[in-house]
Nanobody, 121 residues
């Protein structure tokens, strides 16, 4: 599975952005997908993940209630809707795929290039 993230940009605090991650490969519909982020000087951290069917999701506490992960298997695309953005959400955001069927916050096998999200105060 090859992944291509897009949709990042500059937004004011309180604003919204939607990230997209387009996947190639026949196994996308059976792949757990996730979003991670890495801020300058910090380690990469888990943001959200979604099961292959889209029926189960998990979020980091820091984004719960503000971010929503979703997927469209017909379009081989996973999304991250980010609302009520805060300056501390500023980071490079990466989409990732996991071969195993279990919904996890780590141990992902496929990674896309990042997309920069900058939230100004």
């Amino acid at each position: 599975v090859q992944l291509q993230a897009s949709g990042g940009g500059l937004v004011q605090a309180g604003g919204s952005l939607r990230l997209s991650c387009a996947a190639s490969g026949r196994t996308f519909s059976s792949t757990v997908m996730g979003w991670f982020r890495q801020a300058p000087g910090k380690e990469r951290e888990f943001v959200a993940a979604i099961s292959w069917s889209g029926s189960n999701t998990v979020y980091a506490d820091s984004v719960k209630g503000r971010f929503t992960i979703s997927r469209d298997n017909a379009k081989n695309t996973v999304y991250l809707q980010m609302n009520s953005l805060k300056p501390e959400d500023t980071a490079v955001y990466y989409c990732a795929g996991r071969r195993a069927a279990t919904l996890r916050t780590a141990d992902y096998d496929y990674w896309g290039q990042g997309t920069q999200v900058t939230v100004s105060s």
